[in-house]
Structure formats: C-alpha cells, structure tokens
T-cell receptor, first 111, second 112 residues
Framework: AQRVTQPEKLLSVFKGAPVELKCNYS??????LFWYVQYSRQRLQLLLR??SRESIKGFTADLNKGETSFHLKKPFAQEEDSAMYYC?????????????FGEGTQLTVNP | DAGITQSPRHKVTETGTPVTLRCHQT?????MYWYRQDPGHGLRLIHY???????DKGEVSDGYSVSRSKTEDFLLTLESATSSQTSVYFC???????????FGPGTRLTVL
C-alpha cells in the first residue's frame, strides 16, 4: 500500500524567511511525486512534480529515495504563497493514475 | 482548468435524502475521479472511472455510487445522505498528455 505523510498541519513563517514543507512517503515501487497547491477557495492546481525537476514560483522539491521524502522548499517566502499544500504520489504500477494525497499543510506567510 | 465543471457548486440537504453531483469535462479524457476533502484527511479518493461504464472503488467508497454513461459526464450519488458526508467534493481528470490531474472547482455539500 502507498501512503503519503505531511507531518505539519499548520506552518507559519514571516515574509522573506525560508520555508520547507515536509512530505514523506511509503511505497515499494517507483513513485511519481507531486506537489499541489490550493489557494483560498480555489481548485487544486499542480505546483510541481519530481520528474520535471523544475522550479515554479521559486519553489523546488527534490525526491530523496533513501529517506523517502519529497520536501518542498522556498528560500524567501512571499505573502501570496499562503495556501494549502498537498503532496501526492502515483506510480506506473497504480491503475488509472490514481493519486494518493497527504493530509495537507496550511502555510501562512505573515507580513 | 482543462474544461472541468461541477454542479451544483453548493448544496444543503437533509439526512436520508439522495444527492447527485455532476462532473462535466469537455476534452474527452479517459480517466475521471471523485475525491472528498476534509480537514486533517486531505483528499481521499471515493471512486474513479477509466472509461464509459468502467468504474472502480477508491478508499472511501461506502455510501457512494457513481455512473459514467458518456465520456464527458461522471456522476456521484449519495443514496441516502448522512451528516458524515458533509464535505467538499472535487472531481478530477487525468490529462495523459501532460501527466497530471486537473481538478474541478469543487462542490460544497452540507448534510443537516
């Protein structure tokens, strides 16, 4: 069975401070990891995925297979980063490209 | 938004009442999903579909049924709504060409 854990339900930082949202997963196969973001009362949207290894809105995430982690990082948080962030996992072995989501982390960036 | 809409966007109903939520897509995607979003639980998969009339259960399927009679519509039915089904429901599609799920705007359901 696959599982995604986000240990922090709430995270609060000040503008300009570094931020790290933690994500750990358990899966025995080859996972694909994603970060989705949900701004207040909007639909979820993809922020980034480990396969593309890109930086979106200043955020990066590196897949660490040894530690089974996919932490999301940004060196200088902005107020507009305040949102709910979800880590999610799928794999080629999972039928229908289903995603397993973590519980989510609510990030608040204070002025 | 990959052409995904949901209806209704908000609904208040009473315990024991049947409820049907509709997800509509315009881009002919094969895979469609229904999730519920609850604080402390994230998003949990209710049911998904891999084609017309082809559906399967997710992790929280009890009390829910789905139907997909045509590619563009995926219906979620609560046969007899309970207060524990008060939630925000999201529909999604898998855009295979882009390798990601796109989500609808959500339906906020309150069961009194």
């Amino acid at each position: 069975a696959q599982r995604v854990t986000q240990p922090e339900k709430l995270l609060s930082v000040f503008k300009g401070a570094p931020v790290e949202l933690k994500c750990n997963y358990s899966y025995s196969g080859s996972p694909e990891l994603f970060w989705y973001v949900q701004y207040s009362r909007q639909r979820l949207q993809l922020l980034l995925r480990h396969i593309s290894r890109e930086s979106i809105k200043g955020f990066t995430a590196d897949l660490n297979k040894g530690e089974t982690s996919f932490h999301l990082k940004k060196p200088f948080a902005q107020e507009e980063d305040s949102a709910m962030y979800y880590c999610a996992l799928t794999s080629q072995e999972t039928s229908g490209s289903r995603l397993t989501f973590g519980e989510g982390t609510q990030l608040t960036v204070n002025p | 938004d990959a052409g995904i809409t949901q209806s209704p966007r908000h609904k208040v109903t009473e315990t024991g009442t049947p409820v049907t939520l509709r997800c509509h897509q315009t881009e002919n995607h094969r895979y469609m999903y229904w999730y519920r979003q609850d604080p402390g639980h994230g998003l949990r998969l209710i049911h998904y579909s891999y084609g017309v009339k082809d559906t399967d259960k997710g992790e929280v399927s009890d009390g829910y049924s789905v139907s997909r009679s045509k590619t563009e519509d995926f219906l979620l039915t609560l046969e007899s709504a309970t207060s524990s089904q008060t939630s925000v429901y999201f529909c999604a599609i898998w855009a295979s060409g882009r390798g990601e799920q796109f989500f609808g705007p959500g339906t906020r359901l309150t069961v009194l």
